[in-house]
């Protein structure tokens, strides 16, 4: 059972433009959620985050809103370049300070591919 | 190091054959994790080394899967005789602490398995 759902697995964008990239949750203890990107032949790095009580978080081009009610985050990216092509991974995690087998849940992926 | 280090980065093995991947994780970081990825699938949790605590193996997907890590820092990831569905990508992360989310990840090794 997926915990965390990126259900498309890809998304094509004009460069300039904006990508929003989509994940759903079912974990309703879920506080804290992150983006990851990856490119081809090496690992995820971190992107960026949101805290369960926060509904906004921007960093430059990128920004994550969440939405509790409807278990949902979301990835903005404005405006798309090229270099942004990438698979970009949801992960969300229970904050559990003193649970020392605390873990992310991981998403499957979308990979954005963005058009010159 | 600056990084996490992932050995080897490429390997092709025949199928009942036994391979070690080898991860070195940034030094001082106490939470290592290692994951694999098939193709089109995303990443699936494999096992989680936290300091001296026992690891979490739920994640291994049979009994010819096993891992070690050292003294706290390199960790081995062992395939008993190999079978074609564990040909993936095997990445290891490694965090400062267990409750950092911000994982560094190794570039990976890519298994195939023949």
């Known amino acids: 059972d997926q915990q965390v759902k990126q259900n498309s697995p890809s998304l094509s964008v004009q460069e300039g433009r904006i990508s929003i990239l989509n994940c759903d949750y079912t974990?309703?203890?879920?506080?804290?959620f992150l983006w990851y990107k990856k490119y081809p032949a090496e690992g995820p790095t971190f992107l960026i985050s949101i805290s369960s009580i926060k509904d906004k978080n921007e960093d430059g081009r990128f920004t994550v809103f969440l939405n509790k009610s409807a278990k949902h985050l979301s990835l903005h990216i404005v405006p798309s370049q090229p270099g942004d092509s990438a698979v970009y991974f949801c992960?969300?995690?229970?904050?559990?300070?003193?649970?020392?087998?605390?873990?992310?849940?991981w998403g499957a992926g979308t990979k954005l591919i963005i058009k010159p | 190091g600056a990084g996490v280090s992932q050995s080897p980065s490429n390997k092709v093995t025949e199928k009942g054959k036994d391979v070690e991947l080898r991860c070195d994780p940034i030094s001082g970081h106490t939470a290592l994790y290692w994951y694999r990825q098939s193709l089109g699938q995303g990443l699936e949790f494999l096992i989680y080394f936290q300091g001296n605590s026992a690891p979490d193996k739920s994640g291994l997907p049979s009994d010819r899967f096993s891992a070690e890590r050292t003294g706290g820092s390199v960790s081995t990831l062992t395939i008993q005789r190999t079978q074609q569905e564990d040909s993936a990508v095997y990445l290891c992360?490694?965090?400062?602490?267990?409750?950092?989310?911000?994982?560094?990840f190794g570039s990976g090794t890519r298994l195939t398995v023949v």
């Open positions: 992960a969300a995690s229970v904050s559990r300070p003193t649970d020392s087998n605390y873990q992310l849940i």
């Open positions: 974990n309703s203890m879920f506080d804290y």
């Open positions: 992360a490694s965090s400062l602490i267990p409750q950092n989310e911000r994982y560094t």
